[in-house]
C-alpha cells in the first residue's frame, strides 16, 4: 500500500508518495510529473512496478497536494535531491515526462552518481531555443496568457488541458478521467519563485545507457 508524506523544503512542502512492497527488490524508480498534470498521472505505471520495484512520485511547488509556503528561489533538482534523500535512496531510476523529464535530466548532469538510469517522455531540454508555435497552438497560448493576467485559474487549467491533452484540433478528445490529474495547478497557494537559468547554456539530447557500473549519459545532439 503507497504512503503519503510531506517533506519540508526551504520554502515549500512537497506531497510524496511511496510504496514498497514485500518482495519488491528491483532498483528504485522515482516519477517526474509533466508540467500539465501533477504525480497522479503514472497511476498506470505505478501499478505496474509495484509488485518489483520501490517507487516514489511527488507534486513540484504548486502541483496537487504541494503546497507552497512563501516565495523563495528554488531549484527542482535540489527538491528532487531532497525528496530521495527523505526516502532513503542513494540512486533511483528518474522517470519524467515533459518539464518533469528537464528536471531529470538537470539533475542527471548535475549528479550523474545518484542516477542508475533515465526514461523520458517527450522531455524539455534546459537551454533550448524557444520553439515556434503555429496559430492554431499560438491562439490557445494566448488564451492561457490572457486567463493569467485575469487571475482566472480555472480558466487558464481549462485551457492548458486542451492544449496539451486533447490537442489544438480536438477540443474534449481526452476523457474526464484523463483529464483529473491535468486540472490540479493551483497558483492561489503563492507563486514559487523559481532560481534563472544561466545564460548560454547548451542543450544535450541524451540517450541514457545503464550498466552495471552506474549510468552513462550520451551527447547524441546539441544546439
Known amino acids: 500500500m503507497s504512503k503519503l508524506q510531506w517533506i519540508e523544503v526551504p520554502g515549500a512542502s512537497l506531497a510524496v508518495e511511496h ?10 524508480v ?5 508540467n500539465v498534470a501533477d504525480r497522479r498521472m503514472w497511476h498506470g505505471q505505478w501499478a505496474a512496478l509495484t509488485p518489483a ?31 530521495m534523500d527523505s526516502l532513503g535512496y542513494d540512486k533511483a531510476v528518474l522517470v519524467g515526462c515533459s518539464l518533469g523529464g ?29 520553439p515556434h508555435h503555429g496559430e492554431p497552438v ?17 480558466a487558464k487549467n481549462d485551457l492548458r488541458a486542451r492544449l496539451w491533452l486533447d490537442g489544438p484540433f ?6 474526464k478521467r484523463r483529464r483529473a490529474p491535468a486540472l490540479p495547478v493551483d497558483e492561489r497557494q503563492g ?11 547548451r542543450a544535450f539530447s541524451l540517450g541514457a545507457l545503464r550498466s552495471d557500473s552506474g549510468t552513462h549519459a550520451r551527447a547524441v545532439g546539441r544546439s
Open 30 to 34: 522515482l516519477f517526474l510529473h509533466a
Open 138 to 154: 499560438k491562439a490557445i497560448m494566448d488564451a492561457i496568457s490572457a486567463a493569467e493576467a485575469l487571475g482566472d485559474l480555472d
Open 102 to 130: 528537464r528536471v531529470a535530466i538537470d539533475a542527471t548532469l548535475a549528479r550523474p552518481d545518484r542516477v542508475i538510469g533515465l526514461v523520458l517522455a517527450t522531455p524539455g531540454v534546459s537551454g533550448a531555443p524557444a
Open 191 to 201: 507563486p514559487a519563485v523559481r532560481t534563472p537559468r544561466r545564460g548560454n547554456r
Open 53 to 83: 520495484h520501490t517507487v516514489a512520485r511527488y507534486d513540484r511547488r504548486g502541483f496537487g497536494d504541494s503546497r507552497t509556503l512563501h516565495a523563495t528561489p528554488h531549484s527542482n533538482a535540489a527538491d528532487l535531491w531532497a525528496v
Open 19 to 28: 510504496q514498497a512492497d514485500d518482495g519488491a527488490t528491483g532498483m528504485p
Open 170 to 175: 480536438e477540443p474534449g478528445r481526452a476523457s
